[in-house]
């Protein structure tokens, strides 16, 4: 009956010793429990019995938000006084997250860092900011009660835009309607405009309404997302600029080309051009078409494309959906003297323009000389000199007076346009070369004998008839 009472005695020791060591076991755990935010807010006064609480601590200055560009670092700190055996904790107030302890990092995250100078100032450090870091940010004093203070972080983006929400470079048939899109992020938000590369009016040439909400006619900026164009004429071809900013820099643009589909359209400037025996010419045309044509020369007559060669050189130059065409010609011969076929074609259609190739005289540098024959002129007078003196029909014989010849020999040379002036047309006689200034001064003389001689007969018989009468 003893033994049995001292066993009970024994186990109840046991017990008593098992709930003092599960007494202690929890203190130790409520101790450990400062390492998170809920410990702080529960810790009191008397578990600090060297703390002077006549000095509690307190913040010296109030911290300030802050504004940093996303990827670069930034820094919060926290001025206590009094802080004594306290410690400073930092926290992720608006997602409730503790980031570090005193010197301790809590928070898995490699860009945190914290440090103090003294045992005033404290920092919490983040390197290199990220988006996903804005926020509110709090530096608590684990004091009874528990005091803190709080300042938000405010992470700018520059503007950038969402590809796969923007517009690539498009093409239309002319007379459709197209609608180009541009989707820009960042904070703030970004505002989007729109204008041309080439500084034109937007809509200027055809009635369209270019905004989602308004008509915006001959205007040299566009406000919005969208861009949208009706009945697109091949003038609304270019390059479109979307321009996102929102005051972070740099902002950003992106080129849209919009490109409005039509057939080609040939015009020549000159259908006749006109080149002397042995010269150089060039032929040009002017070709509009989108997409881009192959263009070409050729023959009319023989549908022969001209290649490039010793004697024939192509070139084209475009600006926007306009291409000039040339074709020069070198050692020009009669058989060039034919029409030329300016081809544009692309994958709508195909059209040309024809320019005639004609021969004219090459200019003469040589005086007229006009001879005083009566007989035609001989083979071996020049083709220039056959222009002036004329055929067999027509040429001067011997009777005829130097005027003649001379007006003649003026009116062979300008028919032939080759404007040789008077003064350089001569007349060559047995007795030498007389130029046309000497002839007209010859006649002159002349005229003046003529006259006077006439006068003097006048005169002789009017006296004679006055002495009759009286």
């Known amino acids: 009956m003893l033994i049995h009472k001292s066993g009970k005695l024994f186990i109840q020791l046991i017990l008593n010793i098992q709930n003092i060591i599960l007494f202690t076991y929890t203190n130790n755990c409520l101790a450990k429990e400062y390492n998170s935010i809920d410990s702080i807010n529960s810790l009191n006064e008397k578990d600090f019995p060297n703390e002077d609480y006549n000095n509690k601590p307190y913040f010296a200055e109030i911290m300030s938000n802050v504004t940093v560009q996303v990827g670069r670092p930034v820094k919060f700190q926290c001025v206590v006084e009094n802080l004594g055996t306290r410690q400073v904790a930092w926290v992720r107030k608006d997602k409730h997250t503790l980031l570090a302890l005193g010197k301790e990092v809590i928070s898995k995250n490699s860009r945190i860092d ?51 929400q923007t517009s690539s470079d498009t093409d239309v048939d002319e007379n459709d309607s197209v609608s180009l899109r541009c989707t820009a992020r960042g904070f703030p938000a970004p505002t989007i405009e729109w204008r041309r590369e080439d500084k034109e009016s937007i809509d200027a040439l055809s009635p369209s309404s270019i905004s989602s909400s308004s008509d915006n006619k001959n205007v040299r900026t566009v406000q919005g997302t969208f861009l949208n164009l009706s009945q697109v004429r091949r003038q609304h071809m270019g390059v479109y600029l979307c321009i996102a900013s929102n005051g ?207 006068w003097s007969i006048g005169f002789l018989i009017v006296s004679h008839l006055m002495i009759t009468f009286n």
């Open 248 to 454: 972070i820099p740099n902002s950003v643009s992106k080129r849209i080309f919009l490109g409005v589909k039509f057939p080609p359209l040939v015009w020549t400037p000159l259908q006749r051009v006109g080149s002397p025996l042995n010269g150089e010419v060039t032929l040009n045309c002017i070709v509009d078409a989108y997409p881009k044509p192959d263009c070409y020369w050729m023959k009319t007559s023989t549908r022969q494309i001209i290649l490039d060669n010793s004697k024939y050189s192509t070139s084209i130059t475009s600006n926007s959906f306009k291409y000039e065409v040339t074709l020069t010609i070198k050692n020009v011969d009669y058989q060039d003297f034919t029409s030329y076929s300016c081809v544009g074609k692309n994958v709508l259609s195909e059209a040309s323009g024809t320019i005639v190739l004609f021969e004219i005289p090459r200019p003469s540098t040589q005086r007229a000389v006009i001879n005083s024959i009566t007989s035609p002129p001989s083979k071996e007078v020049t083709k220039n000199r056959k222009n002036y003196l004329g055929n067999t029909k027509n040429s001067l014989n011997s009777d005829s007076s130097d005027k003649e010849k001379l007006n003649f020999a003026s009116f062979k040379t300008n028919s032939y346009k080759n404007d040789i002036p008077s003064e350089q047309i001569t007349m060559q006689t047995e007795d030498g070369v007389t130029t046309t200034d000497d002839l007209t001064e010859s006649m002159a003389d002349s005229s003046s004998k003529e006259l006077i001689t006439s």
């Open 114 to 164: 914290v440090s103090n100078h003294t045992d005033k100032i404290f920092s919490l450090k983040l390197d290199p900011v990220r988006e996903e870091d804005r926020g509110e940010y709090m530096c608590q004093i684990n004091s009874s009660p528990v005091i803190d203070q709080s300042a938000f972080l405010r992470v700018t983006v520059p503007p950038y835009f969402v590809e796969d």
